[in-house]
């Protein structure tokens, strides 16, 4: 995130004001727990981040994709966080059908673990919750328990999930609008080239 903040102009930070929040919180873990041999690799991930600043949606979008993608491989304890987080998710996707396919993802990953939803509704917790509640608790806390959850297979193949994570993460926050470069043509003259 430090060289997100350097492409972006922005001062050095391993918070830069360019990436959303829980996007530049999923790129710093995965960062983090990758092995030092393949972390160069992120390097190619870095120009994707700059400027995917998102809206008042992105933290269902991210922790739903972030939470969808492993929900089914990672243990049981960390299941039920998730499937937690997804049900809240999901509540508040209901009401508002700009996120219909957010919804939607989110009831596909609770099918895929009905083990953990059954614990979760078995808690009696699920009460309504609100999205500045959930943004700040509920995202923040899926990312965290997705990317360990994938660290805590001790797969051989970990540092290729969590690149596929992060890559999940930066998929669902849509690219930055990017205005043409002036060429130092007259407009005309750019256009036919």
Do not use: Y
Request: glycine letters at 6%; aromatic letters at 4%.
């Amino acid at each position: 995130m430090e060289l997100a903040s350097v492409l972006a102009g922005e001062r050095w930070s391993d918070h830069p004001a360019c990436t959303h929040p829980v996007l530049a919180e999923l790129a710093r873990m995965v960062n983090d727990r990758t092995h030092d041999a393949e972390r160069q690799a992120l390097l190619l991930l870095v120009p994707s981040v700059v400027g995917r600043r998102g809206d008042e949606s992105t933290w269902l979008r991210v922790s739903v994709a972030v939470a969808g993608r492993v929900v089914l491989d990672v243990p049981e304890p960390t299941q039920r966080v998730l499937a937690g987080g997804l049900l809240q998710a999901e509540q508040l996707c209901s009401r508002d059908p700009s996120l219909a396919d957010t919804r939607r993802d989110a009831q596909v990953a609770l099918s895929l673990v009905p083990g953990a939803v059954a614990w979760v509704d078995g808690l009696f917790v699920r009460t309504p919750i609100s999205r500045k509640a959930f943004a700040r608790h509920s995202a923040p806390t899926m990312v965290r328990h997705a990317v360990d959850g994938v660290v805590a297979t001790g797969t051989p193949d970990v540092d290729r999930r969590l690149r596929a994570l992060l890559e999940a993460g930066i998929a669902a926050v849509p690219a930055p609008v990017v205005e043409e470069a002036s060429t130092g043509l007259p407009a005309a003259w750019r256009t036919t080239a």
